[in-house]
């Protein structure tokens, strides 16, 4: 088992808010690089109309971004680090490549579709403070015992 507490949604928010933060820069600069989608609606199929193109570069950012980061830091992104905290599975050890998976899956569910309320009543409402993604990963967050600020 760890030694370390499950964190709760204060901590949790606050680095969501900086991942967030990150987020948004980049889909913001890549789009901007990409020079958006600059057609007219008669010209659009279902893939170049610019609704859609920007869907699918914020749901691959948020896919690359938390699930590549969480896979490559051992459960950390930016905002985790900043915070100090990380995602393990709830017995501590390090995280699979399919609690990864169903993190990712889940933030879609219950911070992206629905709202990050929804997370927090999901982490209010669980022993462990788990978000509807930590319970389909098996995974929990907990302190690191570094953090930047």
């Not at 967030?20 to 958006?36: D, K, Q």
């Not at 950390?76 to 990864?100: E, F, Q, Y």
Request: net charge positive; proline share 4%; with cysteine.
């Amino acid at each position: 088992m760890f030694d370390r507490a499950p964190v709760g949604v204060g901590p949790r928010a606050v680095a969501f808010l900086l991942d967030l933060a990150l987020v948004v820069l980049i889909i913001v600069t890549v789009w901007g690089l990409a020079g958006g989608v600059n057609q007219t609606a008669e010209n659009n199929t279902s893939l170049t109309d610019p609704n859609t193109a920007a869907s699918l570069v914020i749901a691959a950012a948020l896919l690359v971004y938390f699930g590549g980061l969480e896979s490559a830091w051992h459960g950390s992104t930016v905002g985790k680090r900043l915070v100090g905290l990380r995602v393990a599975m709830l017995d501590g050890s390090p995280l699979t490549g399919r609690a990864v998976f169903m993190r990712t899956v889940g933030r879609f569910f219950d911070c992206s579709l629905f709202s990050p309320i929804v997370a927090a009543v999901f982490v209010w409402g669980s022993p462990h403070n788990q978000r509807l993604g930590d319970r389909w990963g098996g995974t929990i967050v907990i302190r690191t015992g570094r953090r930047l600020f």
